[in-house]
């Protein structure tokens, strides 16, 4: 059947030529939902403005009758197109469209009754699209606020080139779109920014066009819908030049619009309102002089069954005796703890509680520790065989003398009967010295592939202080030979399982293997006669606490702290950048040599290295370090795909001749606007995977699936975003081409998850959040573990409510 029908002022013609109102139509009570025996879609193009029309209609109307007239013949819809508002009170009329569209260049278009006519459609389950100026009608009306979800503020009015993120994968009206899409339009600002009331399927990228007054920074929304009043409502602030209507790719995301809108596909809008997510802290504070609930949240993994195992660090409460004195063998003594949350008793059980070499405290850097049981991840047969791997400083392992440890990956036997740990099945894979005269950087996460890989995070057990905040590369000072102040003895070193991310396969009889396709095979010398350790998968990471791996691709995500300097500095390189990364294959990530997108700092070295010798080079860089035991020649840097400092997200720089930038504050270009640090700690999260077999009602819904959770311990300036990568550039440092805040849907503040220090998605679908607490080596009453569950419901209309496309 043909789209073009001519009824109620629909044209085939020029639009100067409108054929009387449709005198059949009668007031009658809306059928719900509306829509009958074929699809229909009302366009309304009705204006308050003076003048002659606007040539948008012309373009609006020949467009959506060709969407309506192609694609497959179920999905086809006839176009009746309108100026007339008397429309909207025939109520018999109206009640046989399945969708209205707004086409209109606003103005108070509709008078009280026309406007009553269009609320009882939608209450009746009808459907709605506004266009570009469609945001600007009925200005004195909140339920057509409402209705369109946002209205313009002050903006530009000329045509201008920007970059559209399309962040909604999943929705008909964005599935098929460019990751960016670079297109030409004129851009509105908002008044108020709708982000978290609405569904936004798509973003403006304001650094690439100029937004004017009103700007609204990088969340921009320019497309979103929601289910409204009854009905499905779906607004775009784009289609505002003649010229976007002939765009395939506009037009396809109109088509995906109205098949929503229509009830012709269904579709999820309310994945991303703040409203459809109930956030549940599920421990209870401890009780005095206990950890009977939770100790130093240091990390957390879920059970097939849905139960929740996480980890204590090792410091006590406030009650406990912290032991700082190395003349006292219980110097640093604490106790490594693994809590279980089982979701059917909403208990907790203790399972198991090491000793550990991890609770003196805080203090200065030769006085705190962040040793102490730092990992945890379940066998992928767990269910069966029950084995727990935990990464952790045993204090039976401690030399006070030359104040060295022991860091060891060990597999232990959970009782599946009992819910205990079997201390005494203990097989330690894998073991590696540590300094522990002063603190920090430990580093402590895992997580496996597919193919039974175990991928260990290790810190670059150096020091904070000596290189005023920089690159971590003073040879000096050292305690009785071992530098404590130089991460090219650990980070940059071949030889060293300090600062980076180990590859191994565990064997079921305690030992493990080499995979293929490691940085080093364990056989590469040089003539220096430096080594190399197959074990290393990355190497120059400074403090990696949170690794993740996705099951689907079997790509790892990783995040790790950076240095302590607050500004760039033209004589040492760039600010603290705390960073994280998406690793395709086993790389050198560049730290102490290189920061970011391939900054490089600069050398020092003894006689006096507090005077700067030349910048490194990141593509060869050389590891000449005193202290370094492994090959000089290094593997290139690869760059990282998201760095922040406190000055904002992505700092980069103007590079000389030689590829060094100039590190001048006011010179900076911040590439990612939605960053911010300032005190920082990278907590890298997981990439969620939606099952749609799951039948669990708490899972989050589609719109998540492949994003990656990417945040900080701190929650003020600092991330905690999902964001959303392209496959082609990933693995090279590509940025991220789309972004968006889950501050409102993972609570910050005092009540809310203030310190974030682990997170993971449950077999439920349910995120599961560590809370560290107020206190730093310690657990208190804000130590907690939480619930995050999604409570919005499947995708609308209802499956029996689908209409039958025009045939």
């Known amino acids: 059947m043909a789209a073009g029908v001519v009824a109620a002022g629909l044209l085939s013609g020029p639009a100067s030529a409108r054929p009387a109102p449709d005198p059949s139509l009668t007031t009658m009570s809306i059928t719900s939902p509306p829509g009958g025996a074929n699809v229909r879609v009302l366009l309304f193009y009705g204006s308050a403005a003076g003048g002659e029309e606007s040539p948008l209609v012309n ?51 509709l008078d009280p009754e026309q406007e009553a006519g269009l609320e009882a459609y939608m209450e009746a389950g009808g ?77 403006v990228r304001e650094s690439t066009y100029q937004p004017g007054a009103g700007a609204g920074g990088w969340d921009h929304p320019v497309s979103w819908c929601r289910d409204y009043d009854g009905g499905r409502s779906f ?136 040793e102490g049981l730092l990992g945890i991840e379940l066998d992928p047969e767990f269910a069966r065989n029950g084995w727990v791997y935990l990464h952790y400083t045993p204090h039976s392992g401690i030399d006070r003398d030359t104040r060295m440890a022991e860091r060891r990956v060990s597999r232990f036997t959970l009782d599946h009967a009992t819910g205990k740990l079997d201390l005494r099945s203990e097989k330690v894979l894998l073991t590696w010295p540590v300094q522990i005269h002063s603190c920090c950087h430990a580093g402590g996460g895992m997580a496996w592939d597919s193919k039974g890989n175990l991928y260990i995070a290790t810190g670059d057990n150096n020091s904070s202080g000596f290189s005023a905040g920089y690159s971590g590369n003073n040879p000096q000072p050292h305690y009785k030979g071992v530098s404590f102040a130089d991460a090219r003895r650990t980070a940059g070193n071949t030889n060293n399982l300090n600062g980076k991310i180990l590859r191994i396969h565990p064997e079921p009889d305690g030992t493990y293997t080499l995979p293929e396709g490691n940085l080093f095979t364990g056989k590469e010398t040089d003539e220096g006669g430096g080594k190399t350790r197959g074990e290393i998968y990355v190497m120059g990471v400074r403090n990696p606490a949170r690794i993740s791996v996705d099951q689907k691709t079997d790509i790892l995500y990783a995040g790790w702290v950076g240095p302590d300097a607050g500004a760039p500095s033209a004589t040492w390189g760039p600010a603290k950048y705390d960073t994280f990364a998406v690793i395709t294959k086993a790389s050198n990530r560049g730290w102490p040599y290189c920061m970011g997108n391939k900054q490089p700092y600069r050398d020092r070295n003894l006689p006096d290295p507090s005077k700067p010798l030349g910048w490194y080079d990141c593509d060869h860089p050389k590891n000449e370090s005193p202290n370094n035991d492994g090959l000089v020649n290094l593997p290139p840097v690869t760059g990282n795909n998201i760095w922040y400092a406190p000055q904002g997200g992505g700092p980069d720089f103007p590079r000389d001749e030689n590829g060094v930038p100039s590190y001048k504050q006011d010179e900076a270009t911040y590439r990612l606007p939605w960053l911010k640090g300032g005190g920082q700690a990278a907590m890298n999260g997981p990439v969620y995977r939606y099952d749609e077999a799951n039948s669990s009602d708490v899972k989050w819904p589609a719109y998540w699936d492949g994003k990656w959770f990417v945040g900080d311990f701190y929650d003020a300036d600092q991330p905690r975003n999902a964001v959303l990568m392209d496959p082609r550039t990933q693995g090279d440092g590509g940025l991220p081409v789309h972004s968006e805040s889950l501050k409102k849907i993972v609570p910050v503040g005092n009540d809310g998850i203030k310190n974030l220090m682990g997170w993971t998605f449950g077999p439920d679908g349910a995120l599961y959040v560590l809370d560290y607490g107020r206190g730093f080596f310690t657990s208190d009453a804000k130590s907690a573990l939480w619930q995050v569950t999604y409570t919005g419901g499947g995708p609308t209309p209802a499956a029996g409510q689908l209409a039958r496309g025009t045939r």
């Not at 879920?302 to 409460?317: H, N, Q, S």
């Open 235 to 370: 607004y775009t602030g784009m289609g505002g030049t003649v010229s976007s209507y002939d765009e395939t790719d506009f037009r396809e995301h109109l088509r995906g619009a109205l098949l929503w809108t229509t009830r012709l596909v269904r579709a999820d809008c309310k994945a991303t309102i703040t409203g459809n997510y109930k956030a549940e802290r599920l421990t209870q504070p401890n009780q005095p002089g206990q950890n009977d609930q939770i100790g130093e949240p240091h990390g957390l993994v879920t059970a097939p069954d849905g139960r929740v195992f996480y980890i204590g660090r090792g410091g006590a409460d406030a009650s406990q005796p912290v032991v700082t004195d190395w003349n006292d063998p219980d110097v640093g003594k604490g106790t490594g703890e693994i809590h279980v949350y089982d979701p059917r008793t909403k208990k907790v059980t203790l399972a198991g509680a090491l000793t550990v070499f991890g609770n003196k405290g805080g203090g200065d850097e030769l006085t705190k520790v962040e």
């Open 127 to 203: 459907g709605f699209v506004g266009l570009h100026d469609a945001a600007r009608a009925e200005p004195y009306s909140d339920w057509f606020t409402g209705l369109i979800g946002a209205r313009p503020a002050a903006g530009q009015t000329t045509v201008q080139r920007a970059t559209v993120e399309v962040g909604d994968r999943v929705h008909p009206a964005t599935r098929s779109l460019p990751l960016e899409w670079k297109r030409p339009d004129k851009w509105l600002n908002w008044t108020e920014n709708p982000s978290g009331e609405v569904h936004t399927v798509a973003r």
């Open 59 to 109: 373009a609006g109307i020949a467009a959506i009758e060709r969407i309506g007239q192609t694609g497959p013949e179920n999905q086809r819809f006839t176009v009746t197109a309108t100026g007339d508002a008397s429309v909207f009170t025939n109520d018999k009329k109206l009640s046989r469209f399945n969708t209205i569209v707004f086409l209109t260049g606003g103005g108070d278009v």
